[in-house]
């Protein structure tokens, strides 16, 4: 899932724990406004990612 921050949402991080508010929001907006159930951050799927970007994982271990 990609989230997008807007000019307001950016504007906002200078508070304390914002960031999750703003994810919390956008995630439960877009599950409202779609109606497709959201996957549990512990279910994640690994993606087939290119091989020039397989590197740039790889090195995050």
Same mark, same amino acid.
Do not use: C
């Given at each position: 899932?990609?989230?997008?921050?807007?000019?307001?949402?950016? $504007? =906002? @991080?200078?508070?304390?724990?914002?960031?999750?508010?703003?994810?919390?929001?956008?995630?439960?907006? %877009?599950?409202? !406004? $779609? =109606? @497709?159930?959201?996957?549990?951050?512990?279910?994640?799927?690994?993606?087939?990612?290119?091989?020039? %970007?397989?590197? !740039?994982?790889?090195?995050?271990?």
């Amino acid at each position: 899932m990609i989230v997008v921050l807007d000019k307001d949402d950016i $504007s =906002g @991080l200078t508070n304390n724990g914002t960031l999750i508010q703003i994810l919390t929001r956008k995630i439960k907006d %877009l599950f409202e !406004l $779609s =109606g @497709l159930p959201t996957t549990p951050a512990e279910q994640f799927q690994e993606i087939d990612l290119p091989e020039h %970007l397989k590197i !740039l994982y790889d090195s995050g271990d």
